[in-house]
Nanobody, 120 residues
Framework: QVQLVESGGGLVQAGGSLRLSCVVSGGIFRNYAMNWFRQAPGEERTLVAAISWNGGSTRYADSVKGRFTISRDNAKNTVYLQIDSLKPEDTAVYHC?????????????WGQGTQVTVSS
């Protein structure tokens, strides 16, 4: 059974940085593209970043380009999301998800999420 576990969230002041991690177990990590979503209270879950199985391709939501960086370490079965210049509007639960490609809308596995709260 494939499991995804996020970590690294917390309370941070605006302008600060965080690095989120998502460890995948129970499957062949390099078979999957990996994605980060976020969901703010009362809003839909939205894709913020995605990375192909070998890290060769990435995509970002327009709202986070230049501040968010997705990366992966296939030897550690881990995908990361570096978040810089945090803004209060980045406050959300961040989830990772596994998929076949970075362009799909079908996601095979999800993590439970990690809370990011940005104070102004």
């Amino acid at each position: 059974q494939v499991q995804l576990v996020e970590s690294g969230g917390g309370l941070v002041q605006a302008g600060g940085s965080l690095r989120l991690s998502c460890v995948v177990s129970g499957g062949i990590f390099r078979n999957y593209a990996m994605n980060w979503f976020r969901q703010a209270p009362g809003e839909e879950r939205t894709l913020v970043a995605a990375i192909s199985w070998n890290g060769g391709s990435t995509r970002y939501a327009d709202s986070v380009k230049g501040r968010f960086t997705i990366s992966r370490d296939n030897a550690k079965n881990t995908v990361y999301l570096q978040i810089d210049s945090l803004k209060p509007e980045d406050t959300a639960v961040y989830h990772c998800a596994a998929s076949g490609t970075i362009w799909t809308t079908k996601y095979d596995y999800w993590g439970q999420g990690t809370q990011v709260t940005v104070s102004s």
